[in-house]
């Protein structure tokens, strides 16, 4: 792009495009500059972990999570039906990278979105009482179009957090929420029905050995095989953080 930039000026400096050309050139490319830059100041804004898209989503990573599912979260509906959504399951089957891809997509469509861990979130907010800026943060995080909160329920809420929680749903009403949530909580049924609600599981032993040969190719079948049924065993066992597809994966090419 800045190749043909540079050549269109120097046509232009060398009188061989036209002042209307140059005119109708330059003004083409303003709009696509002003889009750009707006993009990575939203996404810069968002304070993503990583970057990431729906586009390109991994759908072997895995199996369990239903390709037609995340196409209809794709299209952002819930969005413009100010819907929250909430992906429940284990730690380790993808829920925060899908989560950041849907917010990245929603900041390439022109929207606003922000990324936080919920224990950060209630953090800031209790800040607020201390030194009166409450109010100040309360509308902070309600501003954005899409409020990504990782790691919900993680641990019993203090009553404070629970109100200060309420108050932020309150005041973001109509402008949805992405919550993830793993397994150690139960989400109440109360909040299932107000969102749309997906469980992601981890894959069968079946599955999970497909994954790590596709990943990690260089462990062979044998050791593969070894590897996933070990971890099949340890997230049986009563862990407080049970292995995800992720660690199977690097276990394999260790």
């Known amino acids: 792009r800045g190749a043909m930039r540079g050549g269109r000026l120097a046509k232009a400096a060398a009188g061989t495009l036209g002042r209307a050309d140059l005119r109708a050139w330059w003004c083409g490319d303003e709009p696509a500059r002003r889009d750009a830059a707006g ?48 992906l429940h399951g284990p730690v380790g089957v993808g829920k925060t990278m899908l989560a950041q891809a849907l917010g990245q997509l929603a900041c390439r469509r022109g929207h606003s979105a922000a990324f936080v861990k919920t224990s950060r979130l209630l953090a800031d907010l209790a800040g607020g009482h201390a030194d009166r800026s409450w109010q100040t943060r309360l509308h902070r995080w309600a501003r954005p179009t899409v409020l990504i909160t990782d790691d919900f329920a993680m641990r019993e809420l203090s009553m404070a957090q629970a109100d200060d929680l309420y108050e932020l749903i ?8 992405i919550l993830t949530s793993n397994r150690t909580r139960e989400i109440h049924d109360a909040l299932k029905r107000r969102c749309f609600y997906y469980w992601v599981d981890y894959p069968n ?20 095989r070894q590897v996933v049924e070990f971890v099949q065993k340890l997230r049986k066992a009563d862990l407080f953080k049970l292995p995800g597809i992720a660690e199977t994966i690097d276990w394999a090419e260790a």
């Not at 239903?66 to 100010?82: K, M, N, S, W, Y």
């Open 39 to 86: 993009l990575a100041r939203r996404l810069a804004a968002a304070r993503f972990e990583t970057t990431c898209a729906v586009e390109d989503f991994d759908f072997a990573f895995n199996p369990d999570v239903p390709a037609g599912v995340i196409r209809d979260l794709a299209t952002l509906r819930f969005l413009e039906q100010g819907e929250s959504v909430i």
């Open 170 to 177: 309150t005041e973001r009403a109509g402008r949805p929420t």
């Open 205 to 224: 032993a079946e599955r999970e050995l497909e994954i790590v040969k596709r990943k990690a190719p260089r462990a062979g079948a044998v050791l593969s």
